[in-house]
Structures are given as C-alpha cells and as structure tokens.
C-alpha cells in the first residue's frame, strides 16, 4: 500500500513535554496538508506545504507548534512544551500538484495524542 | 468566510431505506466541493466531488451527491442504506486563500444504520 502514513498512531505524553509527529505522503504528491481535530469537530487546517516551501500556517498554529517538509518528501509536526488542551488527532493529507490536481486530498489514519 | 455547514449532528436511518445527510456552503464564487467519510479511528476517505459539470455527481459505495446552486446545497444521499454506511460524514469545500488553495470542513454528522 502507498497511501499516506502516519506515526506514531498513538502518543501518551505528559505536559510539557514535546513531541514530533511524521507523514509520508505518496510519493509523486508535492502537496502535504496538517490538520487537527478534536472529538466531535471536522479537521482544523494547520498547515501547508507546496514540495518544502510551507506556503500557509493556522492562527491555530502556535509558536510551539513546527511543521518541516525539509526534502518535500516527509513531514514532520513538533509540538513543544504540550499542553492537555493539544490532545487531539493529528491528520496529514496529501494531494498532487497542480497538473494532476483533481481537488481530493488523500489522509493518513492520524496520529492520536493525549496529554495528561 | 468561506464555509460549509452541516446542520444535523446525527442522522438515524432504517436499513434498506433511503438517506441524506446534509450539507450548506459559502463561497465566493464557484464552489468545489467535496465529501468525505471516517470510521472510527482512522482517517478520512473522499467520497464523491462537485467540481463542474452535472448536478447530481456519484462516487463511491453507492453514495451521490446534489449540488443546488440556489439553495448552496450539496446533499450527500443514498438509496438504500446498509448497516457498514454507520459512520461519520463530513462536508468539505475548497477555495482559494491568498493565492493558495484551501481545503474547510463541516462539523460532521454521525450516520447511524439501524438493522
């Protein structure tokens, strides 16, 4: 299979500390997209990455949250000094370029994360 | 703003009957919308899309969807419901923001297939 996947699935930390998330996208997509979504709530944009430029972030995106795309292959979301209210699942999508573009974006199974 | 919204948080359905789970938008200008569902703990899966072209727009699993451009509508249905449908379905629209493309979703609505 070489869809888009995610690790870890899961991550129990503690506050305060930081954690990093990872997406692989498929591989010919330039487009990679992290959101965010919380129990009952669609997918919150994060950000956006065109190959490594990241071309949009959130106002949800604090300053302890980094998002890297260093090659335009992977991905990958640090979250510093986490707090319980960052629990959550994390979702990367990817989606091809402007020349195959047909508007869906492909999502990995998420990375779940609970602060205690 | 750019928006979809979807007033039902649950829709509960006979098996073998017939469903819709609603969908509203705002955009400016032409709308590219889209739907995706998730089952639990994973992530999600596109359905169908209205870019151009005909209304009434299929996809997968036996799901279609109407775009009504007067009621900014685009209705996620399905004739006849099966019990594996029970998930959660969300609506999604597609802008352009600042000379980037913009994916929002709705708030999602939980579909529940009774046997």
């Known amino acids: 299979d070489t869809g888009v996947s995610q690790d870890p699935r899961h991550k129990i930390t503690k506050r305060g500390q930081n954690v990093t998330f990872r997406c692989d996208p498929i591989?010919?997509?330039?487009?990679l997209y992290w959101y965010r979504q919380t129990l009952g709530q669609g997918p919150e944009f994060l950000t956006y990455f065109q190959n490594e430029a990241q071309l949009e972030k959130s106002r949800l995106l604090s300053d302890r949250f980094s998002a890297e795309r260093p090659k335009g292959s992977f991905s990958t979301l640090e979250i510093q000094r986490t707090e319980q209210g960052d629990s959550a699942m994390y979702l990367c999508?990817?989606?091809?370029?402007?020349?195959?573009?047909?508007?869906?974006?492909?999502f990995g199974e998420g990375s779940r994360l609970t602060v205690l | 703003a750019q928006s979809v919204a979807q007033p039902e948080d649950q829709v509960n359905v006979a098996e073998g009957n017939p469903l819709t789970v609603k969908c509203t938008y705002s955009v400016s200008g032409n709308p590219y919308l889209f739907w995706y569902v998730q089952y639990p703990n994973r992530g999600l899966q596109f359905l169908l899309k209205?870019?151009?072209?005909?209304?009434l727009v299929k996809g997968s699993y036996g799901f279609e969807a109407e775009f009504n451009k007067s009621q900014t509508s685009f209705h996620l249905k399905k004739p006849s419901a099966l019990v594996s449908d029970s998930a959660l379905y969300f609506c999604a629209v597609r802008f352009n923001s600042g000379g980037y493309q913009k994916v929002t979703f709705g708030t999602g609505t939980k579909l529940q297939v009774i046997p």
């Open positions: 209205y870019i151009t072209g005909d209304n």
């Open positions: 591989s010919e997509h330039n487009r």
């Open positions: 999508a990817s989606s091809p370029g402007l020349a195959g573009a047909t508007g869906e974006l492909f």
